[in-house]
Every structure is written in structure tokens, then in C-alpha cells.
């Protein structure tokens, strides 16, 4: 059937996928947010349900004061004899010397156990269970002359322990950065996938095949299978990092990541995730037949379904929409008829645990909307987070006789506050973030009627290529810091007929050069 790409927009990166039970699986990159691991569900690859996290406690997941775009690597989902695993990179772990990690479960819409450690420096780690029931590590390392290549080794995935030595099979096709690899096996042949050309503009996935799985590994004559890295005109930019899975019809599909500039080499939602189908052509997997990845993809039927951009909740129960940062203090959060904060000492400003929670932002065009009581001399609101020093905040603060709001904006060491707006005799506003191309514009009012507004700022500032390199997107959140205690008993994000019509035209509209 047609179908809109991206498949999940906002930022959920580097996805992996597997096939089992008649239903299709699908795990993101999380960083620094918590709970780690966005998990979803599909029947047919191009409607998804979020049907929850991987990483759902701090024993599984400890992200401390964990730098921006740090964290959670490159998960990667696969299914063996009914049980569930998934292996990923916590780059806080650094430290400690073994970063990579397992989980598993029976039931994948339960709980996972708690991690199994695989003694192993690098990222992007992949599993690879072959026909004789033995399982496989593969992902990047570097080799004794310190080039970094695809390391492949045998493993127990009951306790990490590693049964073989290890083997550089493949080095890519000299793109920098041979990584997120994804082996296969298909008539007999072992395929590599792999990401080359670091994950921004100039991204691209390769491929290799052997007919044994330590190699050697023959390039694609075909290489890069998937790249935009030489199309400055398409819409969807730095297309890469890709998974593959068999449908029940036979047909191979693949997802990937890619991002929608705002403007020329800026992207501010993050790199979102991608479907498209994969033809072989002389024993090779090309995807998309290497042709342009488009907003509208074509396929057999007439149904056309796109995800759903619009967001309400009265915090009856925690959605799996919502993510904190880094490992929150939940005795600071009150769910059920409405949301109570309670603001700490940690701001906004600082890469630790803050008493915020956030939805990632899904399109350019759209309107965030919530309702805020105050207590307390501490401020707290409605913000746009992209990093800790990188984010605009719609602030409230209880004064004599009412309300003050200003926005504040934060942008790498520059911090600007505007004139403050004073609402009289009121201890609630409702507050408005209007989404536009280039532009948040910030609103307050005593009610939806009567929004005032705030101020404004430019989405040039939240966009990943004005910072230093993130690997994250931007999110709606709410905050409270020091004293506050602050309740929200709504929160919306509403996209109008104008603005579908806006975000349709944003999906078909050229690359901006």
C-alpha cells in the first residue's frame, strides 16, 4: 500500500527490525533519555504502535550524568526459538570497560531481564544466530593497527561469555566510520550490512557477502546500496544506517534513518525512521533499487495511513510517548488526574536528571498546548529541549498578586531572557508552543482565548549543525526547577488543517540548497 515516510517521524534513529509470529518488531537509539530503547509493533512495516521501552528500570540502564548524545548506541532486535533478545552500546559505560550488553525476554510486550555484559570495546553491536543454533557478535573494533573495521566473534547470549577469537571481517568500501553493522543469511549466503560515511551528510550503507560467515567478505559491485550522500535536491538527507527484514510475502524490506532539513544543512527533529523495499539483483540486496527514497512510496494497495502527529494525555497513566532524561527521581512525579512536578536544584541547563519529562517533536508544523498551576518562588513551564545547552523555555513564576512569564533561550554559552509578561490575579496560564519551519513562537494567557505572546525563537539555534554534534532531536517538555510544584492537568499537541496541509507540503517541497 502507499505509505508516508518517514514510517515514525521525530527522533527515533538507527532502527532495527525482525520478523516473528506474524508481527514485525522495531527498536530505536535512546542516548541519554530514559527508558532506554523505544520499542514498537507493526503487521504490515508501515503502521507502528509504540507498545513500549526495552530498558525500563535503572538496574537495566545506568546513565548517571551521562553527556548529551551519549548513552544508548545503535540497539539491535532480533527473535531465536521464540525468544526475544536485544544488544546494544551504553557509552557511559565506558569507563568501565565493558559498554555492550544483552537483554532478553519470552513475552516482548513484558519485562526484560536484567543485562548480560559482553566484554568487548566498541558500538553498533549486532546478533547473528546461524542455522546450527550458534550465536554471533558483530560490530566495530579496532584492529591491531588501530584501523577500525566490522570485528566478528562467537558468543553465549545465556552470559556474554565470548567462545571464539576475534575476526575482522570487513573494513567497508573506505568510507570513514564502517559501522552499525547486520548480518543475514539467504540462499546459502552470508550478508553484511553495514553503515559508512559517519552518520551526517555525506551517510551511505554498504554491503559485503561470503558463503562463510568468517569470510572473506566480497564487496558490492553495487556499493553504496542506499546513499543521498550525492542528492542535494531530495528532501530526506543523511540516509543511511540500515536493517533488513523477510516479509511474509517473500519480499525483503529495509529500515533506515534519514533526516528533513529545515533549511540548507540544518535539521532540528532528529533523524527519523524510514522504510523502503529491497530488490536483489545478481544475488545482491539493493534498497529501493538504489532509486531516491520520497515522502509517498508507492506499493500494491489503495489504503494510505500516516502516524498519528497528534498527542493529548491527562496523565491518567505514563504513555510510552513521554521520556525522561537520564535516570529521574520518580518521587518527583504525581500521575493520575492530571501531572503534579516537584522542581529540584538541577536546571535545565545542566547534563543530569531534571525534574522534565518530553515527547520528541514529530513534524516542523505543529502546536503544543498545556495548562499550568503554580506553587512555590521556583520557575517551571513548557520548553523545547534539544541539549542541555541548547533550549528554550517558556518560564512562570508565581509573584504578589499573580503570574510573570518570560522566555528564556539557550544557546551553547549565550543565555537571553525577555521583558517579562505579568498576569494579575491568577495562579494558572495556559501555555502555547507554535512549531513553524524556522521558527517556535512562545504564548501565555489566563485562556486559550486570550494567549499573548512571549516571544520567539529560531529553530537555526536547535538544529544539530549549530551545535556539537548531537545525535538526538528536539522534544516538547514540561519542567519545573528549585521550589516549584507545579501541576499540569492536560497536555496536547494538536496539528490543524493548516498545518497538515503545511507539513504535506513541507514532505513533497525540494531540498532548500
Known sequence: ?????????????????????????????????????????????????????????????????????????????????????????NVCRFPMGTPNFLVSTDDIHGEWSEPVSIRHMGI?????????????????GFDENGKQGIVLFEIDVNDGSILSEKKYIWYGTGGRNPEGPHL??????????????????????????????????????????????????????CVGHADMAEAENGKWYAVFHAVRPSAAQLHHIGRETMLAEVTWKDGWPLINNKEEIHALMADESSEYTVFENAFADTFETVHPRWSWLR????????????????????????????????????????????????????????????????????CVRAETGGLAVFLK?????????????????????????????????????????????????????????AMRGTFTGCFFGLFAEHDAIVHFPYFRVDESEEQKEKNRADAQREYPV
Open 184 to 237: 543475514y543469511k539467504k540462499d546459502g549466503m552470508y550478508y553484511l550490512l553495514i553503515a559508512e560515511g559517519g552518520t551526517e551528510y555525506g551517510h551511505m550503507v554498504t554491503c559485503a557477502r561470503s558463503t562463510c560467515v568468517w569470510g572473506p567478505y566480497e564487496s558490492c559491485p553495487y556499493n553504496p546500496v542506499l546513499s543521498h550522500r550525492d542528492n542535494d535536491k531530495s528532501i530526506f538527507q
Open 1 to 89: 500500500m502507499p505509505y508516508q515516510n518517514p514510517i515514525i517521524p521525530g527522533f527515533y534513529p538507527d532502527p532495527s527490525i525482525c520478523y516473528a509470529n506474524g508481527e514485525y518488531y522495531l527498536v530505536n537509539s535512546s542516548f541519554e533519555y530514559f527508558p532506554g530503547v523505544p520499542l514498537w509493533q507493526s503487521r504490515d512495516l508501515k503502521n507502528w504502535k509504540q507498545i513500549g521501552h526495552v530498558l525500563t528500570r535503572d538496574s537495566q540502564l545506568e546513565l548517571g550524568n551521562c553527556p548529551a548524545s551519549a548513552g544508548v548506541f545503535a540497539p539491535t532486535i532480533r527473535e531465536h526459538n521464540g525468544r526475544f533478545y536485544m544488544i546494544t552500546t
Open 409 to 465: 533561550r539557550r544557546a551553547a554559552d549565550l543565555t537571553a531572557s525577555s521583558q517579562e509578561h505579568f498576569f494579575p490575579d491568577t495562579d494558572s496560564l495556559v501555555l502555547m508552543i507554535r512549531a513553524e519551519r524556522e521558527k517556535y513562537t512562545f504564548c501565555a494567557g489566563k485562556d486559550a482565548e486570550h494567549l499573548q505572546i512571549i516571544g520567539t525563537g529560531s529553530t537555526q539555534l536547535l538544529s544539530t549543525e
Open 327 to 394: 535516570n529521574p527521581d520518580m518521587t518527583k512525579y504525581h500521575f493520575g488526574n492530571g501531572l503534579t512536578i516537584e522542581g529540584t536544584d538541577i536546571t535545565l541547563d545542566e547534563p543530569a536528571s531534571p525534574s522534565w519529562i518530553g515527547v520528541r517533536q514529530t513534524q516542523m508544523e505543529l502546536d503544543c498546548i498545556t495548562e499550568i498551576t503554580l506553587k512555590g518562588t521556583g520557575t517551571a513551564g513548557l520548553c523545547v529541549y534539544h541539549t542541555d545547552e541548547h533550549h528554550y523555555d517558556l
Open 124 to 140: 553498533d553491536p549486532t546478533l547473528f544466530f546461524d542455522d546450527d543454533g550458534k550465536a554471533y557478535y558483530a560490530g566495530t
